[in-house]
Each structure stands twice: as structure tokens, then as C-alpha cells.
């Protein structure tokens, strides 16, 4: 059953990057604060459905993995709705996160990508 919430969280993710790109091509600003609590309520909602199923450390794990999940799929459905290469970051984003990953791993963005995902699935094995 945890892999329900897990699937409508991954799919309103695709959609609000879809939204996003919508708002970059039509020269409109983002509020990255307000989109990072949107994120952190529907990954809320999501945890407090399968909570019941889960003890606490797998808890924590959930939503862990869920902030893997979101941080990958946004960045690739995002840069893939711009028609950029799925690796691709801005190097003058106003996004906090793109700009640590910038500052530690440059222009390896992929390590980035490759590790939440890794995390991610390492994650499913013991939920």
C-alpha cells in the first residue's frame, strides 16, 4: 500500500514541474520558498497516509526517500519539459538546492541525480 502514496506524490511532482516550465518560458518568476513548503506539505500528506503502516524508523525512511524521489523527478521532468538535456542546471538559478549541488559537485550535476536515486532505491528495500 506504500507504494500508492509514493506514486501520486511522484506524479503531482511531474506536474508541478510541468507548471514550472510553463512559468520559465512564459518570463515569470518562481517563489521557490513557496513551491519547497508545497513540496514539503504533499510529502507530509502522503507520510501521514501510510504512517499506520509504518514503525519509526521506517517512518523517517519514507520521507527520506520521498525527498530523494521529488528532488530527481523534478529536476529531469523539468529540464525534460524545457526541452534541455536532463542533466542540465542554470548556472544563474535563485534556487538554493541548484546552487549547493553547483557549489559541491560543478558541472557533475548527474553525481547529484544518481545518488538520490541510489539513496532512493536503497531506501524501498527496507520499507
Given at each position: 500500500?506504500?507504494?500508492?502514496?509514493?506514486?501520486?506524490?511522484?506524479?503531482?511532482?511531474?506536474?508541478?514541474?510541468?507548471?514550472?516550465?510553463?512559468?520559465?518560458?512564459?518570463?515569470?518568476?518562481?517563489?521557490?520558498?513557496?513551491?519547497?513548503?508545497?513540496?514539503?506539505?504533499?510529502?507530509?500528506?502522503?507520510?501521514?497516509?501510510?504512517?499506520?503502516?509504518?514503525?519509526?524508523?521506517?517512518?523517517?525512511?519514507?520521507?527520506?526517500a520521498?525527498?530523494?524521489?521529488?528532488?530527481?523527478?523534478?529536476?529531469?521532468?523539468?529540464?525534460?519539459?524545457?526541452?534541455?538535456?536532463?542533466?542540465?542546471?542554470?548556472?544563474?538559478?535563485?534556487?538554493?538546492?541548484?546552487?549547493?549541488?553547483?557549489?559541491?559537485?560543478?558541472?557533475?550535476?548527474?553525481?547529484v541525480?544518481?545518488?538520490l536515486?541510489?539513496?532512493?532505491?536503497?531506501?524501498?528495500?527496507?520499507?
Amino acid at each position: 500500500m506504500i507504494w500508492l502514496p509514493e506514486t501520486v506524490l511522484i506524479l503531482l511532482t511531474i506536474a508541478i514541474a510541468y507548471w514550472h516550465s510553463r512559468l520559465i518560458k512564459a518570463g515569470r518568476p518562481i517563489l521557490h520558498g513557496l513551491w519547497a513548503a508545497v513540496a514539503g506539505i504533499l510529502i507530509a500528506a502522503g507520510s501521514w497516509l501510510v504512517w499506520p503502516m509504518l514503525s519509526g524508523h521506517q517512518f523517517i525512511l519514507f520521507v527520506i526517500a520521498q525527498g530523494c524521489a521529488r528532488l530527481v523527478v523534478f529536476n529531469v521532468s523539468l529540464n525534460l519539459f524545457r526541452g534541455l538535456s536532463w542533466l542540465y542546471t542554470s548556472p544563474s538559478t535563485t534556487s538554493v538546492i541548484d546552487q549547493i549541488e553547483r557549489r559541491l559537485f560543478g558541472g557533475r550535476v548527474w553525481l547529484v541525480e544518481a545518488t538520490l536515486t541510489v539513496i532512493f532505491l536503497i531506501i524501498q528495500l527496507f520499507l
